[in-house]
């Protein structure tokens, strides 16, 4: 059902983690799966020097949040924003059809990280949309 690729994410999810100081956090989720996906991006220079995320849902929502953030380390802002949810499933070998929206969530908690970088920082990029997600997700903060 899984690729070894995701199995592998998921036994062993890279970058899982919360940075405390971090300069943008997105938090996304699908209310119909209940995964919620939060990133933490360290930003320098420009570039995502560090990366971290939280996830709280299945196998599948934890392989995509850590492909994702081994796909945007290192790379510019400009560059982590065109990482589209293919790009994840195809890094990881692909998902089973239920579980494409694992790295829909994946996108949108790239895309949501920045947004709030960018906010924080005045800055605009072309395409980038406030998420509208306005979930809360307190009890993201009681799971590790």
Not at 22 to 34: H, I, L, P, W
Request: charged letters at 25%; hydrophobic letters at 40%; proline letters at 3%.
């Amino acid at each position: 059902m899984y690729s070894d690729k995701v199995m592998e994410h998921f036994n062993s999810p890279h970058n899982m983690g919360e940075i405390e100081d971090a300069d943008g956090v997105g938090t996304v989720g699908n209310a119909k799966c209940g995964d919620i996906m939060r990133m933490y991006l360290k930003v320098e220079d420009g570039r995502i020097a560090d990366v971290r995320f939280k996830t709280f849902g299945c196998g599948a929502a934890v392989a995509t949040s850590s492909m994702a953030t081994d796909l945007v380390k290192g790379k510019t802002l400009e560059e982590a924003l065109t990482i589209t949810n293919k790009a994840v499933m195809e890094a990881l070998d692909g998902l089973p059809p239920a579980k494409i929206h694992c790295s829909v969530l994946a996108e949108e908690a790239i895309q949501a990280a920045i947004w709030d970088y960018a906010k924080k920082n005045g800055l605009h990029f072309d395409g980038l949309q406030e998420p509208t997600d306005d979930e809360h997700y307190e009890h993201m903060d009681n799971q590790e």
